[in-house]
């Protein structure tokens, strides 16, 4: 079993539409989440960080965690063309330290 | 704002060649993460060090070794580089303590072997 799980689309919405991508995880320990954003032929960017049950806004992006069902989003509102990138999931490993372990990412698409 | 450079952004190496990818960071950072990403297997870490001279195996270490002399600095070798070693490479780094805390990453080095 996959310790970090995402669908790997890819997912398409309209522009202007609210892109929702979703991530589990199997390590209950796990305190610490984060989204990275990773263009075609690009390094990973980190986005968003969140470490408390709840949602954690960022201008158009909301990250929204749920340790109990072990349920980590990220949700992009007014998505635009530019958002289109491959969304990476990373967990850190619990009782591994400083290590992160990252799902296989979800292609998104933005259309006209 | 944090900044990863790495020293080549694409390499091209025969197959038994020694390769050296050197990665450095500029914002005092204790952890520094060297992964490969292949389409399909996502990112797989290889070697981390925690601080100076100091490293720990990942998932994938064969076939690959560290150094860590400045904790500034962290390079990774490939004694003999095979074919199967062709791969994105990222380096990245962070803080330790407290929560676990964000990795930041180079721009990659692409690394063909023929």
């Known amino acids: 079993q996959k310790e970090v799980e995402q669908n790997s689309g890819p997912l398409s919405v309209p522009e202007g539409a609210i892109a929702s991508l979703n991530c589990t995880y199997s390590?209950?320990?796990?305190?610490?989440f984060f989204w990275y954003r990773q263009y075609s032929g690009k390094s990973p960017e980190l986005i968003m960080s969140?470490?408390?049950?709840g949602d954690k806004e960022d201008g158009r992006f909301t990250a929204q965690l749920n340790k109990a069902s072990q349920y980590v989003s990220l949700l992009i509102r007014d998505s635009q063309p530019s958002d289109s990138a491959t969304y990476l999931c990373a967990v850190n490993a619990g009782g591994g330290g400083n290590k992160l372990t990252f799902g296989t990412g979800t292609q998104l698409k933005v259309e006209l | 704002d944090v900044k990863v450079t790495q020293s080549s952004r694409y390499l091209v190496k025969r197959t038994g060649e020694k390769v050296f990818l050197e990665c450095v960071q500029d914002m005092d950072h204790e952890n520094m993460f060297w992964y490969r990403q292949d389409p399909g297997l996502g990112l797989r870490l290889i070697y981390f060090?925690?601080?100076?001279?100091?490293?720990e195996k990942g998932d994938i270490p064969e076939g690959y070794s560290v150094s860590r002399e400045k904790k500034e600095r962290f390079s990774l070798i490939l004694e003999s580089a095979s074919t199967n070693q062709t791969s994105m490479y990222l380096c990245?780094?962070?803080?330790?303590?407290?929560?676990?805390?964000?990795?930041?990453f180079g721009p990659g080095t692409r690394l063909t072997v023929t």
């Open positions: 990245a780094s962070s803080f330790s303590g407290g929560n676990v805390r964000e990795q930041y």
């Open positions: 060090s925690y601080d100076v001279k100091m490293k």
């Open positions: 390590d209950r320990g796990s305190q610490s």
């Open positions: 969140i470490y408390s049950n």
